[in-house]
């Protein structure tokens, strides 16, 4: 079974700090992502990942940054975290669609990470 | 990438069956058609995947119809344990981008 792991399921942070939310997966593929979730709001991505050392930004990557240095590692760093963003942080990764035909493959997700930043 | 609409909430009754429709309008050629399901406190997790026409597995069946601008989820006699939220995603050729709108709630009473 695929196997992608975070950090923390829970985190409280104060404003200001600088926060590390890692995620890990087992099965060496090529991306990972990570989204945030708010109610009402659904799953929106932040960035994603095609290869080591490579990034994209995705819908909302204000405020965020990432790193990716191995294979199965990819973290999202919050700079300076401010209370907007309080919310449910999902990690995810799927082989590349390039290997198998082109279309956007399966992604698999991680317990997610609650942040609360006062 | 195309945008998908759904409906924001459902109320079902165990045993009973239950199809969520989902309208992706300006579904591009080469894009397929995944649905994901997330109950509360945990990721999404893959469902079912389609293309065209009726796809099958034990958890669900997937209906798109000929002009592809629509798809079906069908969930055969629900039970409490499929409380959860549907996503419904159309996803982007070579991207590998996924876009994940709100979801459709569903709730199953006794």
């Known amino acids: 079974d695929v196997k992608v792991t975070q950090s923390s399921r829970y985190l409280v942070k104060r404003t200001g700090e600088k926060v590390f939310l890692e995620c890990v997966q087992d099965?060496?593929?090529?991306?990972m992502f990570w989204y945030r979730q708010d109610p009402g709001l659904g799953l929106r991505l932040i960035y994603f990942s095609y290869d080591v050392k490579m990034k994209e930004k995705g819908d909302i990557p204000e405020g965020y940054s990432v790193s990716r240095e191995k294979k199965e590692r990819f973290s999202l760093i919050l700079e300076s975290a401010s209370t907007n963003q309080t919310s449910m942080y999902l990690c995810?990764?799927?082989?590349?669609?390039?290997?198998?035909?082109?279309?956007?493959?399966?992604?698999?997700f991680g317990p997610g990470t609650r942040l609360t930043v006062l | 990438l195309a945008k998908t609409t759904q409906p924001i909430s459902m109320d079902s009754y165990e045993g009973q069956e239950v199809n969520i429709t989902c309208s992706h309008n300006?579904?591009?050629?080469?894009?397929?058609i995944t649905w994901y399901q997330q109950f509360p406190s945990q990721g999404p997790r893959f469902i079912i995947q389609?293309?065209?026409t009726k796809v099958t597995n034990e958890v669900a069946s997937l209906f798109i119809p000929a002009d592809r601008k629509s798809s079906t989820l069908s969930l055969p006699r629900v039970s409490l344990s499929d409380t959860a939220v549907y996503y419904c995603?159309?996803?982007?050729?070579?991207?590998?981008?996924?876009?994940f709108g709100t979801g459709t709630r569903l709730q199953v009473f006794p």
């Open positions: 300006n579904i591009a050629t080469n894009d397929y």
């Open positions: 389609g293309y065209k």
């Open positions: 995603l159309v996803g982007a050729y070579n991207t590998d981008k996924l876009i």
């Open positions: 995810a990764s799927s082989p590349s669609g390039l290997t198998s035909g082109g279309h956007t493959d399966t992604q698999y």
């Open positions: 099965m060496d593929h090529e991306n």
